[in-house]
């Protein structure tokens, strides 16, 4: 069984920054497609950014311009770099990767942003 570990969500003004983190059990050289999900309060969950095994990166334009995803391989990691956040991104964020029919999550991070 695949697992995910996220890490690097907070508390952060609006204006900051915050790198989120997550970790794969399993050589992510192979995975298809990685991305990150957000949910917040009373919301359904929401892609905010996917990157292919190429490396090609799409984004909600709600983000646009101010996070970044990235893969690490040799590490099994990925990252959400999150920049100039507003009060609006606050949610948990899950990352999911897929290596063909395996569908893995992991188990969420809060990131808060006050105003």
């Known amino acids: 069984q695949v697992q995910l570990v996220t890490s690097g969500g907070g508390l952060v003004q609006s204006g900051g920054s915050l790198r989120l983190s997550c970790a794969a059990s399993?050589?992510?050289?192979?995975?298809?497609?990685m991305g990150w999900y957000r949910q917040a309060p009373g919301k359904e969950r929401e892609l905010v950014a996917v990157?292919?095994?190429?490396?090609?990166?799409n984004y909600p334009e709600s983000v646009k311009g101010r996070f970044t995803i990235s893969r690490d391989n040799a590490k099994n990691t990925m990252y959400l770099q999150m920049d100039s956040l507003k009060p609006e991104d606050t949610a948990v964020y899950y990352c999911?990767?897929?290596?063909?029919?395996?569908?893995?999550w992991g188990q969420g991070t809060q990131v808060t942003v006050s105003s």
């Open positions: 990157i292919t095994r190429s490396g090609n990166a």
């Open positions: 999911n990767i897929r290596w063909g029919v395996i569908d893995a």
């Open positions: 399993r050589s992510t050289f192979s995975a298809n497609l």
